[in-house]
C-alpha cells in the first residue's frame, strides 16, 4: 500500500499556471503507476494524466493535451502535474492516485487538492 498527500493548489487567473505536488510515502513507490483526477463541483471524478512506474511513458485527457505535464521522482517519492494555460474549466478539486504493479484500477487516493481559475 502506499499513502498519497497531495499539495500546491490555489486561486490563479485564466492563463496562468499552478504546480502540484503529491508525496508518497513506503519504499515500494517504484511498484505504482501513479495518476491525476479532477472532481469539479457536482460533477464526476475525471481522469487528467498518468505516469508509468518509471516515467517513461505517460498518457492525458484530452482536455489538457498539450498544457499539462506529469512526471516523477522516485527517489524522492513524489509525483508532480505542470498546469499551464489554466482555464475556468479546469477548476476542480485534484487528486493523486496510485495503481500497484498487480491492479487493474487505482486503488489508492489522496485527499485532493482544490484548484481555482478565474476568469
Known amino acids: 500500500q502506499v499513502l498519497l498527500v497531495e499539495s500546491g493548489g490555489g486561486l490563479v487567473q485564466a492563463g496562468g499556471s499552478l504546480r502540484l505536488s503529491c508525496a508518497a510515502s513506503?519504499?515500494?513507490?517504484?511498484?505504482?503507476?501513479m495518476a491525476w483526477f479532477r472532481q469539479a463541483p457536482g460533477k464526476e471524478r475525471d481522469f487528467v494524466a498518468a505516469i508509468s512506474r518509471s516515467g517513461g511513458s505517460t498518457q492525458y485527457a484530452d482536455s489538457v493535451k498539450g498544457r499539462f505535464t506529469i512526471s516523477r521522482d522516485n527517489a524522492k517519492l513524489t509525483v508532480h502535474l505542470q498546469m499551464n494555460s489554466l482555464e475556468p474549466e479546469d477548476t476542480a478539486v485534484y487528486y493523486c492516485?496510485?495503481?500497484?504493479?498487480?491492479?487493474?484500477?487505482?486503488?489508492?487516493w489522496g485527499q485532493g487538492t482544490q484548484v481555482t481559475v478565474s476568469s
Open positions: 492516485a496510485a495503481r500497484h504493479l498487480f491492479e487493474s484500477t487505482y486503488g489508492y
Open positions: 513506503g519504499r515500494t513507490f517504484s511498484n505504482y503507476a
